[in-house]
């Protein structure tokens, strides 16, 4: 089935220009072309009204892509957003997280991070969060986009690990648990895909982290991974490993290359 869909201004990827009065041309949820609004209407007259969606005054464009989401957490939003990374993390949204992440809480929040996202012009993100199964679920339902990933983090929760486990041994179970579900629950789903997650070099450890680029060697997966995102974090890890950085850590393992998904940064130099 072919639908029109006209507009007013029409902005495409490539080439990197404006174009006026023209229609993208979709066949079968694909697109086909893109043409002259003119040309459109003589070669496709037979498309019926129903079909065809005109923009008068709109521009058309590609959904923005949200590159870094928790997307649950938009029911956790504000809490204790004053303060610095780590003292956030563990005194405030890990314990608010033990206390109320279940898979309801996951496809609930995900189903309001996708409304606010798709409201925005976000037709693509890329999640890291508990439960994706229930991430992929409201993904699927709603029609977004979705990369999805199959989160890694040494201790236990809600969704996966023990606390009679160590950090790599956790890292392993959340690994081995993510891979199910993408064999279980993401292959009918054409529009999720996913990613291993390893939180950070700090919640992983080297050997955790290890096992997580082993992982997406074997199935052909990127990585997501929050890297460099404080100070403190950077300088704790320095301290712990002989004067080295997280990121230079991570390049000698062999993680850093075009297939890794590296967020915040917000502490790097030149060298």
């Not at 089935?1 to 495409?12: D, G, Q």
């Not at 459109?40 to 058309?60: I, R, T």
């Not at 986009?145 to 199959?150: N, Q, S, Y």
Request: charged share 20%; net charge negative.
């Amino acid at each position: 089935a072919i639908k029109l869909l006209f507009a007013k201004y029409v902005v495409p990827v490539a080439p990197q220009t404006v174009l006026e009065d023209h229609c993208i041309v979709v066949e079968n949820d694909k697109i086909k072309e893109i043409i002259p609004a003119a040309d459109a209407k003589s070669k496709y007259a037979s498309v019926p009204e129903s079909d065809q969606w005109h923009g008068k005054d709109h521009v058309l464009m590609p959904g923005f892509v949200n590159c870094h989401t928790h997307s649950a957490m938009s029911l956790l939003r504000g809490i204790a957003d004053d303060l610095s990374l780590m003292p956030w993390l563990q005194n405030h949204i890990w314990p608010a997280e033990g206390k109320f992440v279940s898979p309801e809480f996951v496809y609930d929040g995900t189903k309001l991070a996708i409304a606010e996202m798709i409201q925005s012009g976000i037709t693509c993100y890329n999640d890291m969060y508990f439960f994706p199964d229930e991430i992929a679920k409201a993904s699927h339902e709603t029609g977004i986009r979705a990369v999805i990933g199959l989160i890694a983090i040494g201790f236990p929760s809600a969704y996966c690990g023990a606390p009679d486990k160590s950090q790599e041994e956790n890292i392993k179970l959340y690994i081995e648990k993510g891979l199910q579900i993408k064999q279980e629950v993401f292959k009918d789903k054409p529009l999720v895909h996913s990613v291993i997650a390893p939180h950070a070099p700090y919640s992983c450890g080297i050997a955790g982290l290890q096992h997580c680029q082993d992982a997406a060697d074997k199935h052909g997966l990127r990585l997501h991974v929050h890297l460099h995102e404080s100070a403190s974090e950077v300088s704790d890890w320095k301290s712990a490993n002989g004067g080295e950085s997280p990121i230079a850590t991570m390049d000698r393992v062999g993680m850093l290359k075009e297939s890794l998904i590296a967020v915040h940064m917000t502490q790097l130099t030149d060298a």
